[in-house]
């Protein structure tokens, strides 16, 4: 079984301000970890990914994560706010490998900027 | 990177008409895909794992004569809304996991369905 909690459901900062976004999970397998952005109206695109190599691992639009097993955290994190940043974010557990890969959603942090 | 594609982008049709969704994987075979259903400012709700050559597996409360999935080829799975109603208007959305991507999903762009 696995689960995903995102612990905020809005984040509000401002314009060149640094982001956080939290996202704790629970998974019985060796999980692969992710984290998406949506747009409105949009599909939702790949930010960054945790696949059991580096434990920091680094995104596009100069986005990280950082995978912590003893916290079983893997919150998102960006050094300054861009107001494009703006949208919603999904945190997504799946097994590494084996078991069921249907994968598990967070219920969304909706990323507010202000200028 | 992979692609997956869905069409159409948005469609608006009457009350009691059948109006069917494609989902395909453009440059990866995909033996499974997943349909999700997501209302406004909510997270993805997974309706279906689809599964190339056999039946679709569906989630708790979906019901599998309304939502019709079938997955003729390893790069195609199409989701139909039958006899559509206005609760039915939703944004669907497809993904595809790609082979020996330690299960990361592709997602595809999602479709808007406004049924009047």
């Known amino acids: 079984a696995q689960s995903v909690t995102q612990l905020d459901s809005h984040v509000s900062v401002s314009e060149g301000t640094p982001v956080l976004l939290r996202c704790n999970y629970s998974s019985s397998y060796s999980p692969s970890l992710f984290w998406y952005v949506q747009h409105p109206n949009k599909g939702l695109q790949l930010l960054l990914k945790y696949t059991s190599a580096a434990t920091l691992v680094k995104g596009i639009n100069g986005f990280e994560a950082e995978f912590k097993k003893s916290e079983t955290s893997f919150h998102l994190t960006k050094p300054s706010a861009h107001m494009s940043d703006a949208a919603e974010y999904f945190c997504v557990v799946t097994p590494a490998s084996g078991g069921s890969y249907i994968p598990t959603f967070g219920r969304g942090t909706s990323l507010i900027v202000h200028p | 990177g992979a692609v997956v594609s869905q069409h159409p982008s948005w469609v608006i049709c009457k009350s009691g008409t059948s109006v069917k969704i494609e989902c395909r994987s453009l440059?990866?075979?995909?033996?499974?895909m997943f349909w999700y259903r997501q209302f406004p400012k909510q997270s993805l709700m997974l309706m279906a794992t689809?599964?190339?050559?056999?039946?679709?597996?569906?989630e708790q409360g979906v019901e599998k004569d309304k939502f019709l999935i079938n997955h003729a080829s390893l790069t195609l799975s199409t989701l139909t809304v039958t006899s559509a109603h206005p609760e039915d208007s939703s944004f669907y959305i497809c993904?595809?996991?790609?082979?020996?991507?330690?299960?990361?999903?592709?997602f595809g762009p999602g479709t808007r369905l406004t049924v009047l």
């Open positions: 993904s595809a996991p790609r082979p020996g991507a330690n299960n990361e999903q592709f």
């Open positions: 689809s599964n190339e050559g056999s039946k679709a597996t569906y």
């Open positions: 440059d990866f075979q995909a033996t499974t």
